[in-house]
């Protein structure tokens, strides 16, 4: 499986950075541009999650929420399938945050709080 580690900008001077995995047949494993846009939508609307509680569903990468959480949001939380948490996991790591896996059998992990 071939992946790739790239930067999603958040704004002038923020970014993410997350795994991707190309060769994959699931399309969780990649950064949808519906993504992006939502990342530079959240981050133009100033202060619109800092302090908000954050459910993404179908997170795939994560990209949305850690975001969102990099954006100032008290806590969010990430779900998925089973086997897309260990991507999410590991972009969780690449941005340093610290987590609490709440229960790996409802795949989820959450951020804050």
């Known amino acids: 499986m071939s992946s790739s580690i790239c930067e999603v900008e958040i704004d002038y001077d923020r ?3 997350l795994e991707q995995q190309y060769s994959s047949a ?17 981050a133009k609307k100033n202060n619109t999650c800092v302090g908000k509680r954050v459910v993404e569903l179908g997170s795939g990468t994560g990209a949305v929420g850690i975001a969102l959480y990099l954006l ?28 609490d896996v709440e229960n790996k ?9």
């Open 72 to 99: 100032g949001a008290a806590s969010v939380a990430l779900s998925d399938r089973p086997p897309q948490m260990d991507l999410i996991m590991r972009n969780i790591e690449l941005n340093r945050m610290k987590c």
């Open 26 to 42: 699931t399309e969780g494993d990649v950064i949808w541009d519906c993504a992006k846009v939502m990342i530079s939508y959240k």
């Open 105 to 113: 059998s409802n795949s989820s992990v959450s951020k804050g709080e």
């Open 15 to 17: 970014c993410v950075l």
